[in-house]
């Protein structure tokens, strides 16, 4: 856990998700009202191993993370001073507002032939949180709220993003589940399968790892065996940084008889309270086009 300034500061970024740092209560923005777009094609990048892009807000080329953990698109505050937008403070439910972070509009924000419009941000410190890598060295992060209404398209065979008004999409229910008992709603959905077994998992692309399995889902998914290992990996933007209990499970996430390394939980890991099995991370999304649908509410891998 982190202390100080670096704690409210990833309490901003909200990291509840399989990699949540502390519920900070905060009233929801307002979604983006606006949205133009040709083919929806943008260059898909990868920041430490996370997916990001280049945008442009204003006058300003910018490179921001795509987060589907984060319901919330963030940016620092150089940006909302050079654009000369006007920042009002950020009052959450309990009424209060705090001075380390605020809320402003953004105009326009262009994802290649793309374009969103009055796209509602939190505004505050980023450089904390990237030179304690913490987050990715991006200018901002783009959360699923920026998508909604629309399908999200992350191509990660050829490397290119797409935000369409209408998609097509045919797979598995998409859903969003709160991560706990007082934590925001996640990105969830079924399709995937660990040991021929089906769990509902989070989809989290902040997350460097294949599948994070929860102490809850441990014994009805027969991997009890498994969670008895010792051996241990760290990553960076989960929780702060935290370290996770590796295994090797017998198949893949799709049921491929090949070996994929499976994560269990640690006490530093935060926990969604059984509320689903299992979050998947980039290790295991690399190399297939994932769509997510909040339009028509389904999540694809391919």
Do not use: W
Request: net charge negative; glycine share 10%.
């Amino acid at each position: 856990m982190l202390s100080g300034r670096l704690t409210y500061l990833v309490e901003i970024l909200m990291r509840f998700s399989a990699l949540c740092v502390s519920f900070l209560v905060l009233t929801p923005l307002a979604l983006s009202q606006t949205f133009v777009s040709k083919d929806g094609t943008s260059k898909l990048q990868l920041c430490s191993e996370t997916p990001c892009v280049d945008v442009v807000v204003g006058d300003q080329k910018l490179r921001f993370a795509i987060d589907t953990s984060q319901p919330r698109s963030i940016v620092d505050t150089d940006l909302p001073r050079l654009e000369g937008l006007d920042l009002e403070p950020y009052v959450g439910r309990d009424g209060r507002a705090n001075p380390a972070y605020s809320k402003t509009t953004l105009p326009s924000i262009k994802l290649g032939t793309a374009e969103m419009k009055d796209l509602p941000v939190i505004v505050s410190h980023l450089q904390h949180l990237r030179a304690g890598n913490i987050i990715p060295d991006v200018d901002g992060i783009l959360g699923y709220d920026a998508f909604q209404g629309k399908s999200l398209t992350l191509d990660l065979k050829k490397m290119t993003l797409a935000v369409k008004a209408e998609g097509s999409c045919s797979g598995g229910a998409l859903k969003l589940i709160p991560f706990g008992a007082t934590g925001p709603k996640v990105i969830t959905t079924t399709g995937f399968s660990i040991e021929g077994k089906p769990v509902v998992a989070q989809i989290d692309t902040m997350f460097l790892g294949a599948m994070l399995i929860y102490p809850t889902s441990v014994d009805k998914l027969g991997l009890a065996p498994l969670a008895e290992t010792r051996q241990r990996e760290h990553f960076a933007y989960t929780d702060g940084g935290v370290d996770m209990l590796k295994a090797t499970a017998k198949e893949d996430f799709s049921g491929k008889p090949i070996g994929s390394d499976v994560y269990f939980a640690t006490p530093e890991v935060h926990l969604p309270g059984g509320n689903f099995d299992a979050t998947v991370g980039m290790q295991a999304l690399a190399g297939h086009s994932i769509t997510l649908d909040f339009a028509t509410s389904c999540f694809a891998l391919n």
